[in-house]
């Protein structure tokens, strides 16, 4: 059974940093494509970054270099670092598992 849990989301100033975690559970990262979705209140989920089998990622574009997301292979995790973050980053970030495990979710908060 899959199992995906995020932890360390929080409530940061704007500008601020937050690292999540996505520890997992009855699969190998190491050969899983993963990758971190956000959802904001009445809107719909949607891609931030995603870091596959052989360590190559991809960003959405509001992402504009501020995010880095990586894997720990020997923990199973992979991390999302979010550097200068913006009210509008503010929203519940998703560990997902290619191509249909999640997580339960942890929430952002980014106050102005």
């Known amino acids: 059974q899959v199992q995906l849990v995020e932890s360390g989301g929080g409530l940061v100033q704007a500008g601020g940093s937050l690292k999540l975690s996505c520890r997992a559970s009855?699969?190998?990262?190491?050969?899983?494509?993963m990758g971190w979705y956000r959802q904001a209140p009445g809107k719909q989920r949607e891609l931030v970054a995603t870091?596959?089998?052989?360590?190559?990622?991809n960003y959405a574009d509001f992402v504009e270099g501020r995010f880095t997301v990586s894997r720990d292979n020997a923990r199973n995790t992979i991390y999302l670092q979010m550097n200068s973050l913006k009210p509008e980053d503010t929203a519940v970030y998703y560990c997902?598992?290619?191509?249909?495990?999640w997580g339960q979710g942890t929430q952002v908060i980014v106050s102005a």
């Open positions: 997902r598992r290619s191509p249909d495990s």
């Open positions: 009855g699969i190998s990262i190491r050969v899983s494509t």
């Open positions: 870091i596959d089998w052989n360590g190559g990622t």
